[in-house]
């Protein structure tokens, strides 16, 4: 995901964000690395999720990737959710 998203960065494709979203941002991780901190596990868990959604975001895809709201709550993630990630509206497709 990260070299993905390096490659779009590169590619001129990803616009960064505003210096206030940023801060909120990162205020939002601080927040969620504090509540989870005593469940250091789930706090990885989250994190690692959370991450590769804003890169999703970043790179204009769909951060849902799941087919359905009950597959996206109840089933785990893995590398195959990220294969064919394609950009909304590239190719008429909203990956």
């Known amino acids: 995901m990260r070299c993905r998203w390096l490659a779009h960065l590169l590619d001129g494709n990803i616009e960064l964000?505003?210096?206030?979203e940023m801060e909120k941002d990162t205020k939002?991780?601080?927040?969620n690395i504090k509540q989870n901190a005593r469940n250091l596990r789930s706090c990885i868990v989250t994190c690692g999720i959370w991450y590769n959604d804003q890169l999703c975001k970043d790179m204009k895809c769909n951060p849902r990737r799941k087919k359905g709201p009950f597959a996206e709550l109840f089933e785990p993630y893995g590398p195959t959710d990220y294969?064919?990630?394609?950009?909304?509206g590239l190719f008429g497709n909203n990956a």
Request: without cysteine; aromatic residues 8%; glycine residues 8%.
């Open 83 to 88: 294969q064919g990630l394609v950009p909304n």
């Open 28 to 31: 939002m991780w601080e927040d």
């Open 17 to 20: 964000p505003s210096i206030k």
